[in-house]
């Protein structure tokens, strides 16, 4: 589903309603409620509106459990962490017990501590589908995903949770959810905002498909539903959906 807004406050808005609903939705059903974060510039208003009311009294923060779907191999202090952005904005504010945040770094070999975060969801799931109730995404410019960027091998794979490799021309680590966790989600939120997206999103979504050059269009939830909150700048090209 895609849904095109002239106002990203409301877009942002539109996007706590949804996370409140998941979040009371997977409470009801399954007594928790596991959600991947995403970093970037668009989730930071929904992360502001969740840490204050009315959002935060309606999210069951202490059945919470938060990943995220990926990040930059940095200390969790550096500015460009996707976890610090997200303590400081919504997590020092909200109720979460604190052995129920999985942070995507530890002091240790990146390759090593995917292994582990993978190992991290297997516990938690156990003997059901790996399926978050609710992944936060947002799409760069080049049609990246989480930290699957076009022609890397990390597209190919089929078996891991989890995947950690060095991104050369960002010369660093990056550390990610693979395309086949992600597609188990029951349910999937992109926040893509500004002009500089316009082209991408419309190739993932109108183009040919070409994962490897845009490897957004790799999500596509089995059994789960995928929304698309863009706002009319990202959506200037699209055709089907005006």
Known sequence: MVTIFKDTSYLSQRAAELFVDAAQEAVQKNGRFIVALTGGSSPKELY??????????????????IFWGDERWVPL???????????ELLLDKVPVPQEQ??????????ETYALKYEQFLKDLFKDQ???FDLILLGMGDDGHTASLFPHTGV???????????????????????????LNQAKRILFMTFGENKARA??????????????????????HGEIYWFVDDKAASRLEKYK
């Open 101 to 110: 945040v999985f942070p995507m770094w530890a002091d240790m070999e990146p």
């Open 48 to 65: 502001q509106l969740l840490a204050k009311a009315p959002y935060k009294d309606q999210v069951p923060w202490e059945q919470t459990y």
């Open 77 to 87: 202090t550096d500015d460009r962490s996707n976890f610090k952005m997200a303590k």
């Open 129 to 131: 589908a790996p399926a």
């Open 201 to 222: 999103l419309h190739e993932v979504l109108e183009g040919a498909r070409n994962p490897q050059e845009f490897p957004s269009q790799l999500i596509s939830p089995e």
């Open 155 to 181: 597209l190919q794979e089929q078996e891991k949770w989890v995947d950690a490799y060095y991104l050369k021309p960002q010369s660093m680590h990056r550390i990610t959810l693979t395309a086949p966790l």
